[in-house]
């Protein structure tokens, strides 16, 4: 098989796939390998890989899944683009989401809803939710993704993959169209773990145009793998298995922390508080982040500019209010009323103290443990519709992902069976720059499912 009918195969493959499972918001027509591909230097050369939509492309249309980005044309690649083209991986297209990645589900997007591959009537989880069912679905071998409560972790879980949201600061986020730029973080889905190491280690480490990315030198994180699970000291909340959480889905993930008992680790039982508080500290945090990051789409400089307006205010007014949809616009007004003179230090600031609580109590806890683990989500996928006019319960979904963002520490999801006929994730956390650990326990419950 060569780069080239590869290349070809996978795009005819994805726009047939894409009538059935609309995964895809942009297919690259006229994709091709890199010249001179290098198999043995590069591990990614001419392998097809699919992009979240608001990770932005050099002269390909990049609209997060927004009207407001409908004829966007980046003049450059993000720096996780740069890096694995440099790596020779081929570009075949651009992934469905929801709008500004602001969803759990994938039905806010202009382009329309995903389908779940396993079963086309269920949500397919969000926001990168065109990423893990094109993955799942077997068009691309990886995507990228990107993760600021559970955008790759949630996805994963309900399509039956593997998806890591790594350290905050680990991957440059230079070209990730911002929504809360302290908790967002690029990461990868792939079917198996070790293709996911393979490709953190192109895109992971420093980058002079992100000032939060670590400088920390970064391992073959492909070399954790097969060290067995032999003496792990592993944390397991009592809040990640209450009731709260679908009795399948917990019975799923039981039987994973059996078999790493079975197989020498030492399991112990944690309890993380805060956890009840998660949800209104993240969408406090989240949306205020994401008010202020979108301010700058005001239809002069590019984007949606709404027509027949008489002034200023006017172009700024029926632009976003044309170009952004619902959720985006709740979001908007939810931060920015977190953040106003009045409110602020009742909301914004409270939620901020919250946060380092929170950080707190994961440090505790790695102090005792090398990792924590349990479900991704509280249930496996749900019908498309059931929650979209229920905000409230949609936020609530992301209860057990939120944490991670808020911490800043590594997180991802691997498959641990079925609930229902439809894929349940289990969810490894580290402790900050540990996504090795992560690496090690993924593959290990991965060769024995
Ligand atoms: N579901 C969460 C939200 O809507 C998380 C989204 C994300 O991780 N990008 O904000």
Same mark, same amino acid.
């Given at each position: 098989?060569?780069?080239?009918?590869?290349?070809?195969?996978?795009?005819?493959?994805?726009?047939?796939?894409?009538?059935?499972?609309?995964?895809?918001?942009?297919?690259?027509?006229?994709?091709?390998?890199?010249?001179?591909?290098?198999?043995?230097?590069?591990?990614?050369?001419?392998?097809?890989?699919?992009?979240?939509?608001?990770?932005?492309?050099?002269?390909?249309?990049?609209?997060?899944?927004?009207?407001?980005?409908?004829?966007?044309?980046?003049?450059?690649?993000?720096?996780?683009?740069?890096?694995?083209?440099?790596?020779?991986?081929?570009?075949?297209?651009?992934?469905?989401?929801?709008?500004? !990645?602001? $969803? #759990?589900? +994938?039905?806010? /997007?202009?382009?329309? %809803?995903?389908?779940?591959?396993?079963?086309?009537?269920?949500? @397919?989880?969000?926001?990168?939710?065109?990423?893990?069912?094109?993955?799942?679905?077997?068009?691309?071998?990886? !995507?990228? $993704? #990107?993760? +600021?409560?559970? /955008?790759?972790?949630? %996805?994963?879980?309900?399509?039956?993959?593997?998806?890591?949201? @790594?350290?905050?600061?680990?991957?440059?986020?230079?070209?990730?169209?911002?929504?809360?730029?302290?908790?967002?973080?690029? $990461?990868?889905? +792939?079917?198996?773990?070790?293709?996911?190491?393979?490709?953190?280690?192109?895109?992971?480490?420093?980058?002079?145009?992100?000032?939060?990315?670590?400088?920390?030198?970064?391992?073959?994180?492909?070399?954790?793998?097969?060290?067995?699970?032999k003496g792990l000291r592993i944390g397991?909340?009592?809040?990640?298995?209450?009731?709260?959480?679908?009795?399948?889905?917990?019975?799923?993930?039981?039987?994973?922390?059996?078999?790493?008992?079975?197989?020498?680790?030492?399991?112990?039982?944690?309890?993380?508080?805060?956890?009840?508080?998660?949800?209104?500290?993240?969408?406090?945090?989240?949306?205020?982040?994401?008010?202020?990051?979108?301010?700058?789409?005001?239809?002069?400089?590019?984007?949606?500019?709404?027509?027949?307006?008489?002034?200023?205010?006017?172009?700024?007014?029926?632009?976003?209010?044309?170009?952004?949809?619902?959720?985006?616009?709740?979001?908007?007004?939810?931060?920015?009323f977190a953040l106003s003179a009045g409110?602020?230090?009742?909301?914004?600031?409270?939620?901020?103290?919250?946060?380092?609580?929170?950080?707190?109590?994961?440090?505790?806890?790695?102090?005792?443990?090398?990792?924590?683990?349990?479900?991704?989500?509280?249930?496996?996928?749900?019908?498309?519709?059931?929650?979209?006019?229920?905000?409230?319960?949609?936020?609530?979904?992301?209860?057990?992902?939120?944490?991670?963002?808020?911490?800043?520490?590594?997180?991802?999801?691997?498959?641990?069976?079925?609930?229902?006929?439809?894929?349940?994730?289990?969810?490894?956390?580290?402790?900050?720059?540990?996504?090795?650990?992560?690496?090690?326990?993924?593959?290990?419950?991965?060769?024995?499912?």
């Amino acid at each position: 098989l060569s780069a080239d009918k590869l290349t070809k195969d996978t795009v005819a493959n994805i726009k047939d796939e894409n009538k059935k499972l609309n995964a895809w918001i942009t297919v690259a027509d006229d994709a091709k390998p890199a010249e001179n591909l290098d198999f043995s230097k590069n591990k990614l050369a001419g392998i097809p890989i699919g992009i979240k939509d608001n990770i932005t492309t050099k002269g390909v249309k990049t609209t997060a899944a927004s009207h407001m980005l409908y004829n966007y044309v980046p003049v450059f690649d993000a720096t996780v683009i740069s890096k694995l083209k440099k790596a020779q991986a081929t570009f075949v297209g651009k992934t469905n989401m929801d709008e500004f !990645a602001m $969803g #759990s589900s +994938t039905e806010h /997007s202009y382009y329309g %809803p995903t389908h779940n591959p396993w079963n086309l009537d269920k949500v @397919p989880g969000g926001s990168s939710g065109g990423s893990a069912a094109a993955v799942a679905s077997g068009q691309v071998v990886a !995507a990228l $993704g #990107s993760d +600021t409560g559970g /955008s790759i972790r949630q %996805p994963a879980a309900f399509n039956g993959i593997f998806g890591i949201k @790594p350290t905050y600061g680990r991957v440059s986020r230079w070209g990730l169209i911002a929504f809360s730029s302290s908790l967002d973080q690029i $990461g990868v889905l +792939t079917k198996r773990a070790k293709d996911s190491a393979e490709i953190l280690n192109v895109i992971a480490g420093s980058d002079d145009r992100d000032s939060t990315v670590s400088e920390k030198e970064v391992p073959d994180f492909t070399s954790f793998i097969g060290q067995g699970v032999k003496g792990l000291r592993i944390g397991v909340p009592k809040e990640y298995m209450s009731d709260a959480v679908d009795e399948k889905v917990r019975a799923a993930v039981q039987k994973q922390i059996d078999f790493l008992k079975a197989n020498g680790a030492i399991i112990n039982k944690v309890s993380l508080p805060l956890t009840k508080y998660v949800v209104p500290t993240y969408y406090i945090i989240a949306s205020s982040e994401a008010s202020s990051n979108l301010q700058r789409y005001d239809g002069i400089r590019y984007g949606y500019r709404a027509k027949d307006t008489k002034s200023l205010v006017d172009v700024y007014v029926k632009s976003r209010s044309e170009g952004f949809g619902p959720e985006v616009k709740r979001r908007i007004m939810l931060g920015s009323f977190a953040l106003s003179a009045g409110s602020y230090d009742k909301f914004f600031k409270q939620a901020a103290k919250v946060r380092t609580l929170i950080c707190n109590e994961f440090d505790k806890i790695f102090a005792d443990n090398d990792i924590i683990v349990g479900p991704t989500t509280t249930t496996p996928a749900f019908d498309i519709g059931s929650e979209i006019s229920d905000p409230i319960k949609m936020y609530n979904n992301d209860i057990l992902t939120i944490s991670a963002n808020l911490a800043g520490i590594p997180a991802a999801s691997v498959p641990a069976g079925l609930a229902d006929g439809m894929p349940v994730g289990f969810q490894i956390m580290a402790k900050r720059f540990d996504e090795g650990n992560i690496f090690r326990v993924a593959d290990f419950i991965e060769r024995n499912n």
